[in-house]
């Protein structure tokens, strides 16, 4: 067990401190805290909740963190600036969007999901001064991107003084044995381990895993930074997007986001070092095994025909989504991309349609309006991927 759970971690505090406590008689209380400040779950936030998964698999409880009021406070890990705060009604709505998307993953049972507003809304002034009280400014300057900062001149506000200690509280709250998270949060999850002891409680466990790098093969993968994948990608979407990532993140997301084990990871790793493995046709795998870990089994092998008719053939799925255009004749095309769900605002759409990157039944579009019938039928194209079929 303690191998399995061991495989593509960063960092646990301590390898033998895990054993020990999985020795004990009982479920451990395995937490992870999830901030709803993006619509999507990406394969990056997969990476741990896979992990918690398997932890689940074991008999031991997921602690799911619904992190609704830390979300309007903002994880400064990792930033070089203050993040914007989010109001109460983002943060419901993104906790909203994304919870059936948990069931994707984790086992209904056993399963706990907590919002963190249930102890710390009400958090009078009494006890955020007992709770600040419990860490000096010296010791929050130690850590890595505060002290940088800092260095730097760069603004730090108090109120992000208070996300480890918040996060450090939720643990207090649940009474975790062992908390989950990127290896960005390892000073936040060490700040529990504080928190919990000056409660009386056995100080949990961190368990780290690393960062995935998005499709940019630079940062992190990020919804912000539109280098993401998220789990409700549509197979053929999903699969395009990782063959768009670099070669050398190929063995990096076959650890962390498939179910090959360490032995056949490090195969691939050495083949593609020897160049006895193309790295065009393990990508190949590597997307059909993603894309059916989200999807039907079966359906890595259809994206990879839709993938191959698009990008070899240059002809258009055989199978499109569908979408009626609007009412009103001229049809405004950034309007209606938008509707479509082919581009995230209509100045997106402007913008490809300027620089080319849309297409009606293989023409280029150089306006910003269509007479409806020249739409009725046709099928529009956006970047390289996205298909729609239009109905009048």
């Not at 999901?113 to 400014?137: C, G, H, Y």
């Not at 062992?178 to 999850?189: A, I, T």
């Not at 381990?193 to 690393?210: C, D, K, N, S, Y």
Request: charged share 25%; net charge negative; glycine share 8%.
């Amino acid at each position: 067990m303690l191998d399995q759970l061991l495989r593509g971690t960063e960092r646990v505090v301590t390898v033998g401190a895990l054993k020990e406590r999985l020795g004990k008689d009982r479920p451990l209380r395995v937490k992870l805290g999830v901030d709803p400040t993006a619509p999507a779950i990406t394969l990056g936030w997969a990476v741990v909740l896979r992990k918690l998964r398997q932890f689940q698999e074991f008999g031991h409880t997921a602690v799911l963190i619904i992190g609704d009021f830390t979300a309007q406070v903002g994880d400064p890990s990792g930033k070089s600036e203050t993040r914007r705060r989010l109001s109460v009604e983002e943060v419901d709505g993104y906790a909203d969007r994304i919870l059936d998307d948990f069931a994707t993953i984790l086992l209904p049972e056993p399963l706990e999901v907590r919002r963190n507003s249930e102890w710390l809304a009400d958090l009078d002034m009494v006890k955020i001064l007992e709770l600040t009280s419990q860490v000096t400014v010296a010791q929050m300057l130690e850590r890595g991107d505060f002290a940088q900062r800092y260095q730097n001149q760069a603004p730090i506000s108090l109120m992000e003084f208070l996300y480890p200690l918040l996060q450090g509280m939720d643990s207090v709250a649940v009474e975790a044995d062992v908390e989950l998270g990127g290896s960005d949060q390892l000073w936040n999850l060490m700040m529990g381990r504080v928190l919990q002891e000056r409660a009386g409680q056995e100080a949990q466990i961190p368990f780290t895993m690393p960062l995935l790098i998005g499709t940019d093969g630079v940062h992190k993968m990020s919804q912000s930074l539109g280098n993401y994948i998220a789990i409700d990608d549509e197979p053929d979407d999903m699969f395009g997007k990782v063959m768009s990532i670099p070669d050398e993140q190929i063995v990096p997301y076959f650890e962390l986001c498939t179910d090959l084990s360490s032995s056949e990871v490090a195969e691939l790793a050495a083949g593609l070092s020897a160049g006895t493995l193309h790295p065009a046709n393990t990508k190949r795998r590597l997307a059909r095994a993603i894309v059916d870990i989200y999807h039907d089994l079966g359906s890595g092998v259809a994206a990879e025909r839709a993938f191959d008719q698009v990008f070899k053939e240059h002809r258009p799925p055989e199978v499109l989504p569908e979408f009626r255009l609007p009412a009103g004749d001229p049809v405004y095309l950034p309007a209606m991309l938008k509707s479509a769900g082919l581009v995230g605002s209509s100045s997106d759409a402007r913008r490809l349609i300027d620089q080319g990157g849309v297409k009606l039944d293989g023409e280029t579009v150089n306006d910003l309006e269509l007479r409806r019938d020249v739409l009725q039928g046709a099928t529009i194209q956006v970047g390289k991927r996205r298909f729609v079929k239009l109905l009048g």
